[in-house]
């Protein structure tokens, strides 16, 4: 890789992570190039020639946030030592925690992609992951005998359309507690497995 290849790739990073904290602080529709190039002192004609419109800066922008949350489900996921213990450390990189700007994120998004199909597509790109990988945990951990499940691909979508709407619950409006959002999916998901709930805890 050339240095010039390199300085171009680390410049669009660096634009990427500067549009995530224009976005969490503005959101995805308020955020505006200018914005962004202004964090980063840059003119907002180099911000142009990386990614031609605002609505690709911002598309990129939330499939870059997108990939590094797969990245560390992926790394968590790994790191499981059987099929129980796998699924557990999945879901617990879906709830939302510390300030949630993860959610928050999502959150804007879900609104934004009823307009934009490119954040929508992003959108769609994340949750066959999280449902791919879900599934393909419980089908194996129902191979190996832990789970007893007639239809995973039903039970991922169930479990998370629960979290999901706790998830929103608990970061818009306070509703649910996170104790709750943990212990109710928790539930919906021992349930959905045939396994005792102190397995996933």
């Not at 190039?37 to 031609?52: D, M, T």
């Not at 419109?53 to 030592?81: I, N, S, W």
């Amino acid at each position: 890789m050339t240095t010039r290849r390199r300085n171009v790739e680390v410049r669009r990073e660096e634009l990427l992570a500067a549009t995530l904290e224009q976005v969490e602080r503005l959101g995805l529709a308020a955020t505006r190039v200018a914005d962004v190039a202004q964090a980063l002192g840059v003119s907002p004609a180099l911000v142009f020639y990386h990614f031609g419109t605002k609505d690709a800066l911002l598309a990129e922008a939330f499939a870059y946030a997108v990939q590094r949350d797969l990245d560390r489900l992926d790394a968590a996921v790994a790191r499981g030592t059987d099929p129980v213990d796998r699924l557990r450390r999945a879901m617990r990189e879906y709830g939302p925690t510390g300030s949630a700007p993860g959610w928050l994120l999502w959150i804007d998004a879900w609104a934004v992609a009823l307009r934009e199909p490119s954040i929508r597509t992003v959108l769609r790109k994340l949750d066959r992951r999280w449902k791919t990988l879900l599934r393909q945990v419980i089908e194996e951990g129902v191979e190996e005998g832990f789970f007893t499940c007639a239809d995973p691909k039903a039970t991922v979508t169930r479990v998370l359309g629960l979290a999901d709407g706790l998830a929103v619950g608990n970061v818009v409006n306070s509703g649910v507690s996170r104790a709750d959002l943990r212990r109710w999916v928790g539930d919906a998901l021992a349930s959905e497995l045939g396994i005792e709930r102190q397995l996933l805890a």
